[in-house]
């Protein structure tokens, strides 16, 4: 990773893509700094789409109410976009395939639960659709890496996917992941083809989870406390800020905008 201080622009992007937790907030919150980001990127034509692990009722209020052209929630489970006083849902399953699939998930998180001490079903999990969040440190005890690691164990056990965020194991059925469901918004809305999306798009993370979005972006950035998890990754972003979540990327996002 090289530091941000590297990066000398490129006018050619048009897309900012980013992940929320610990990289748009810090210590669980959405300081000013970091909104108002997003409103500089907004303000100056640029197009802003959270890529987040969060759940449809999150995703639901973010694409309404915040400066974005639309957000990829659950993990690619879908995508929403408010647009002309509308709101415009894509689902990677329809309903009777998440009806199905949530039953399932039923069985992975009664034996998460007997089986990994301290972990918990995630607050927000009443508003999801299409996965299961398993907290392990946002409002529950810190669990080891090893604990975390054991609940992916189980999940794929199971036949379904997991991965890691810095907050959560998210875990679902479906061959969908943020990269999926972010090329089928660009290109469905925008009309993106994939040597466009590759060369007009660039992705601000932290975690795990976005290792997929690392790896397809010629161009990524991350917030400094993705070096808690270096060693974990594969794929590594190209560039790194000297802040920590929020101040991270409002760091990053000062290389955009005048």
Known sequence: MKSLEEFTGDPKIRFILTDIDDTLTSHGKLGLGAYGALWDLWDQGFHVVPITGRPAGWCEMIARFWPVDGVVGENGAFYFRYIEGKMKRHFSQDEDERI????????????????????????????????????????????????????????RDHGAQAKISSIHV?????????????????????????????????????????????????????????????????????????????????????????
Request: with cysteine; proline share 3%.
């Open 100 to 155: 199905l699939n949530r039953d399932r998930l039923g069985n992975i998180q009664e034996e998460v639960l007997r089986s990994v001490p301290g972990a918990a079903v995630a607050s927000d999990q009443f508003c999801r659709i299409a996965d299961l969040a398993i907290d392990f440190c946002e409002d529950v005890a810190a669990l080891s890496k090893d604990e975390i690691q054991k609940i992916v164990s189980i999940f």
């Open 170 to 258: 998210n875990g679902w059925f479906g061959k969908h992941n943020k990269i999926t469901m972010t090329k089928k918004f660009l290109h469905d809305e925008f009309g993106l083809s994939e040597a466009e999306i590759k060369e007009q798009c660039v992705f601000v993370g932290d975690s795990p989870n976005d290792e997929p979005m690392f790896e397809y972006f010629p161009l990524s950035f991350a917030v400094s406390n993705i070096r808690d998890f270096e060693s974990e990754l594969q794929f590594l972003p190209t560039f790194v800020s000297a802040g920590e979540g929020g101040a991270g990327f409002a760091e990053i996002v000062k290389r955009f905008v005048s």
